[in-house]
């Protein structure tokens, strides 16, 4: 590994001024930056640890509505702030899904966004949460849908010197339900082969009023599922819309065949993890379903 | 070059002279000497290097030495009261929840973590608490096994106010 210095500024506008030189890296929870130094994956001449700056390591419920996570929040202060395990389970379950207890304790959902894994786990959870990425730099700062954020495996519209402060969250609404299920060849300590995220918020006359479908590690970054959306989108929720809208999720799925999974077999879970997702949120919103 | 670092580990103040680029299981072993803390893979999948770092379960190969300032670290060498045993501990020898031993520090830690924050826990609890520490020889049995019986002792014992 080359040498470094190790900086921890106390507030962001110093984290900035130590992020505009070359080759500095910011450090969160480090589960991905060390190994990747260690391993000359990556280089940096200059370490900067966020983990002093309270606005970056904190949960916090905003005025207008929704929360802003810190984006070097540790995956188990998310999992257990509130505000998450109230309003945003399917968020606190996802944090709970990252590598090991130990990994949870130190890993960032900042850094599990901006390593830009295809099958980063809280990243499905949260676009169905239409979280905002608040990205900053010398020169200023912008709001980026987290949608938008990616580019491909590993990469993101970061620019050299912008720093991810946090993630804001939409309110989460009343008769809203969100899930994430994954399916990994081990039960623990595993990478997801296919992930789905699905939210499904009624209406008073029980048409699903809004829904969000996003997948992950079936295509070069996390995916919305557009055409499954608009399957479900105005209709009620019977097993004849979830099976079309999973169909239709499985083809808006761009999967790729590797050492893990053949396309195929990723289209196949994406349509059963989609059919299972819209099931567990028909149960949690208490509509009559019979099975998935 | 060296920096100077200070740190609390098993209740004791050190200040030691580190490279930026060391770990704290690298400051753990090589500068303060406590060996007990183990090197398996060294990027964070096998758990065996598990410490506390605040009372949570840490893989101490990621976290920076340059880190620890500031938090209170628990390594294997701090678990036993003088020549009693922790609880877990004993329950891993009498159980048979250990056999070549390199994995045990860090599960003795994880589970220290799992019965501090749950004094009941589910063998699923269980299984789930000590999924980052991988163990090639015990099969894990033996290893969940002891951990629920140093729990019933603990809750035994609490409930006899000894």
């Known amino acids: 590994m080359r040498e470094f210095v190790y900086v921890a500024p106390p507030s962001i506008a110093e984290a900035l001024i130590e992020l505009s030189g070359d080759n500095a890296r910011p450090l969160a929870g480090g589960t991905d930056l060390l190994p990747q130094l260690r391993e000359g994956r990556r280089h940096a001449d200059r370490v900067v640890d966020l983990k002093r700056i309270g606005e970056l390591t904190t949960v916090r419920r905003l005025p207008q509505g929704g929360v802003e996570i810190g984006a070097a929040a540790s995956a188990t202060a998310v999992a257990r702030h509130e505000a998450i395990a109230a309003d945003y389970p399917a968020i606190a379950a996802s944090a709970r899904l990252l590598g090991s207890v130990q990994v949870q304790n130190r890993a960032s959902i900042g850094g599990n966004v901006c390593n830009a894994a295809p099958s980063a786990d809280v990243v499905p959870a949260l676009m169905c949460h239409q979280a905002t990425a608040r990205v900053a730099s010398g020169d200023g700062w912008r709001e980026i849908g987290l949608e938008d954020f990616f580019t491909g495996p590993g990469k993101t519209v970061l620019k050299p010197g912008e720093l991810l402060l946090s993630l804001a969250l939409a309110p989460a609404p009343q008769r809203s339900a969100t899930t994430y299920l994954r399916f990994t060849p081990r039960r623990e300590m595993d990478i997801a082969i296919a992930g789905v995220a699905v939210r499904i918020d009624l209406a008073a006359d029980h048409t699903i009023a809004l829904t969000r479908i996003a997948l992950a590690a079936v295509g070069p970054t996390p995916l919305r599922a557009p055409s499954a959306e608009a399957i479900l989108r105005g209709h009620r929720l019977d097993r004849e819309v979830a099976a079309a809208a999973a169909a239709a999720a499985a083809n808006d799925a761009r999967a790729i065949s590797d050492t893990r999974a053949s396309a195929d077999y990723r289209r196949a879970l994406t349509e059963v993890l989609t059919r299972r997702g819209i099931a567990a949120c028909a149960r949690s919103l208490n509509l009559t379903w019979d099975g998935p | ?162």
């Not at chain 2, 406590?34 to 506390?52: A, F, I, Q, R, S």
């Open chain 2, 1 to 162: 070059m060296k920096v100077l670092v200070s740190c609390r580990v098993n209740g004791e103040q050190h200040s030691v002279l580190v490279d930026p680029r060391d770990t704290l299981l690298e400051l753990l072993r090589e500068r303060i000497g406590l060996t007990g803390t183990k090197e398996g893979c060294g990027n964070g999948n096998c758990g065996t290097c598990t410490v506390l770092f605040d009372g949570m379960p840490v893989n101490a190969c990621l976290v920076l030495a340059l880190e620890a300032p500031g938090h209170e670290v628990l390594t294997i060498e701090g678990v036993a009261r003088g020549p009693e045993l922790d609880p877990i501990q004993r329950a891993l020898v009498e159980v048979g929840g250990t056999q070549c031993g390199f994995c045990t520090p860090g599960i003795v830690l994880s589970a220290k973590a799992l019965l501090a924050a749950n004094p009941a826990p589910s063998e699923l609890d269980i299984r789930q608490a000590i999924a980052g520490n991988l163990c090639r020889c015990t099969g894990y049995n033996k290893v969940v096994d002891a951990i629920a019986a140093a729990a019933q002792a603990t809750r035994k014992r609490l409930d006899h106010g000894a």
